[in-house]
């Protein structure tokens, strides 16, 4: 760094005009044009390569390198064209949970896979010492002759596979680790031929949470989709986790103006505040919706240049549904100091839903940002004065100027990010001591919700569609639902449980929290801004009949006003610290809605919707496997890949509240609501991960109670799969005040090695009960107690522990 500091000087000092460094445009082009080179090819034998868990032998066959680009040559092929020529990879996960994961794409849980061709990329400066080490070793020699038919014929591979990664490549060609270099910060990424698995890829990242992944791309309906195979963290970081690496940069503060013109389209200014961190930074990798458009980027008022290049492998990799662009600063910027970057964009980010109903689409990426961290949102609106608009925050402004009206908000505090939705509103309000909570409904039924036009006689089926009014005439014109029917009822639902959770949890972020209408069946629960379910709005016998089955109907008046109230905590004060720990907000908020459930309705309407989870986990594809079997909850959205797309919101959403409401009853109601308002006070405003978690839940366990039995149950319940079945068999022998209980605990349905605390509840006619806790096997597990008075009814204590019916 001080070398290209003092040449910027004495340029400046001569006052010849000065380019800071190349221009990303330019590094992508040298990248596409950096084709094999003949002269760095080379006949090589028995040459290992490793990189912390990734093991890579290549035997027997030739060696080319690319081309240099900025300096350094970046990547390489394989290719085992010779007789008996081979390559070699080896992986072992180091958990059960990527074992399975693994075993699941390629039939085994290690991987051993022999290949005929390889394709590497390297930023961290490994090919240059490659070369340096085959060249004096001796396991290289120089083969020319080869050469130019090898580059010929790979180089065109190379290219469209290095495509998809110019952006990284950019970003570490520029990266401030060492200054400049890209030494450690660089990844290792190889795309592999094998005959046995196909063409697949292993990354190593030192950036990521996990560094190392294995996957593959594949089609799936015609869309190019990306499966992971495995995802873990490497070697090093195993055994001495590392601190969090300090961000690049920092965003602290957006201000956005945003025009809506009449057909909704979006046109943007958003000025992000923005602190360099630790190092001099002249990259900038940012994040947007694919729906956005980002025109242009002035840096303190002067051009910056844009790159965009995102790939569904890059996005796989990387762990994120959103498109990743550069931004590139004329000048480098040092380190701590603070730029406005001022972005313009546009897109089409809201689509009607018929009728005067919106659905806006990009609700968390609609202006450009970072997935992680907190920043304060000054946010104009420009749109058509039919329609109302909600955000996030304080109302600063509202205005209307001839057919446009203007509204501006802020946020008192940071958040983790700004939504806003729109329509054709009616509102309630209400007023909690301190908060605010504001619902709105549509005045309009969206299409999709309309009655279907009357079916001519015949074919009238026997269970009409809508309810029908009893006059005759009504008999074919089905009554429209009133899209506002249940307005005044989430109103008071959301303000109990914001009421609820707040006496639990302690208070949320901001003291607004509006409530809006989506066309579908989810919700979102973003910073002071809930969207819901349009469903949720309807009453229960006018919601659509394949949504009138208790569960539904449980699920859109009950749970999830609820689930997405408790966002307001799990998600927005304590976030996931990555998207592999998006579990936990969810599993946190699906539980907290049933805290609130049991709450209103009692102990059996929660112990109710438990059974249903259950059941849908139990629930078989057509291989016989349950949902549940599909992965452990810690893969995320790679459950959504395995198979069954059901398996990620069920385990997601439905395991993971059962998984709280396991470590409930370990640990006992007061513990257990302890535990949580600790969460949100030690992790306001930060990432937690799986692991600090269940640091965490050791703290809370009960006096007496060994440790371990925490990472038994984060073992078998968070990490790993399965539901057992559980038998218990006991004898009472003796009188009071001596009676001998004695019994079993026996597990099957199970893997092996599958463990459970099983709680065997002790009832006494008298009154009161006793819990034994009793560990779980493949064998049947004895266990005895003396009691003082004989019991009335000894079981599995009902609804305390994930077991088959
Ligand atoms: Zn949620």
Redesign the pocket.
Known sequence: MPRTRFILLACCCFGIAFAAGPSAAGLARSIREASLDPDECYRVRDVRLQKEDIRVYLTDGYLIFSKPVAGARRSAVFAAEVEGGDGEVLLMPPTRGERQSLALFTQSANMDEHFQAALMIFTDGSAGALIERITQDGSGRKARDIGAVLAEKWSPVMTNVQNGFQIRMIQDILAPEAGGLDKEGGMWFLAMSSRQAGNFDMLYDPRAREQIVAGQLSERNGRATYNIWTSFAALKSRRDPPKPRDPWYAISGFQIDAALDQDLRMKAVTRAHIRVGKHDLRVFPIEVSQAMQVDSVKIDGAPGELFFQDSVRGRALRGSDNDAFLVIAPDTLAAGSEHEFEFAHQGAVITPAGNGVFFVGARANWYPRLPEGFATYDLTFHYPKRLTLVSVGDLADDRTEGEVRITRWKTPVPVRLAGFNLGDYEKVSANLAGYKVEVYGNRHLEAALQPKSPLPAMDLPKVPRYRLTPEPEAAVSPVIPDPNARLRVVAADVSAALDFYTSRFGPPALKTLTVAPIPGTFGQ?FPGLVYLSTMAYLNPNERPPEMRDSSHQVFFSELLEA?EVA?QWWGNVVTGSSIQEEWLT?AL?SYSALLFLEKKKGAKAMEQVLDGYRDHLMQKDPDGRTIEAAGPITWGGRLASSGNPEAWRTITYEKGAWILHMLRRRMGDERFLKMLAELRRRYEFRGISTGDFRSLAREFLPPRTKSEVIDGFFDNWVYATGIPSLKLQFSVKGAAPAVKLTGTVTQTGVDDDFSTDVPVEVQFAKGGTQIIWVSSSSDPTPFSATLKQLPSRVAIAPGSVLKTR
Request: proline share 0%; net charge negative; no cysteine.
């Open positions: 629960g689930h966002h969810e908020s």
